[in-house]
């Protein structure tokens, strides 16, 4: 089973996030989304993708032209999971993980999705847990 994190971080919360998740995930590959090459794709079983939220609810600009090469190209081999950062205090609370979410669920086999307010907190380590189980098993059911 091989599988990838691939996130986009401005403040450092989405990094954090990525990290506890990979810490989760032994054996996983974790990229920055400058150092990863969508030609090595189809290499991988499961893909785990975190970003934060911009503006009044966008994809962070380098993320974009990620989110428009994986809509374009035929991902439904893959397992997928999306997992961002952001604040509820904004109207569109984590609406880049929305977008990635809606597209991975047309394209891929969509497993889990996580939002978490911020920097996550010992309180989401629950959560953080879970998520990673729950993409893990259906990676494992899906090879």
């Known amino acids: 089973m091989k599988l990838a994190i691939v ?9 954090a996030l990525a990290e506890i998740i990979h810490s989760y995930l032994p054996g996983a590959e974790i990229y920055r989304i400058a150092d990863f090459s969508l030609e ?5 079983d499961g893909l785990l993708i975190g970003t934060y939220t911009w503006g009044s609810g966008d994809i962070p600009a380098k993320m974009l032209s990620f989110y428009r090469e994986l809509e374009e190209r035929d991902i439904s081999h893959l397992t997928t ?14 609406n880049a993980v929305n977008h990635f979410r809606n597209m ?15 920097m996550y907190q010992t309180t989401d380590l629950k959560r953080i847990k879970k998520f990673v189980e729950l993409f893990q098993n259906k990676v494992r059911n899906s090879i």
């Open 7 to 15: 996130y986009h971080s401005a403040g450092g919360n989405t990094k």
């Open 40 to 44: 090595k794709i189809d290499e991988y």
């Open 81 to 94: 999971g999306v997992f961002g950062t952001g604040e509820t205090n904004y109207k569109h609370f984590c």
């Open 104 to 118: 991975l669920y047309i394209n891929s086999n969509l497993a889990v999705v996580l939002k978490v307010e911020q």
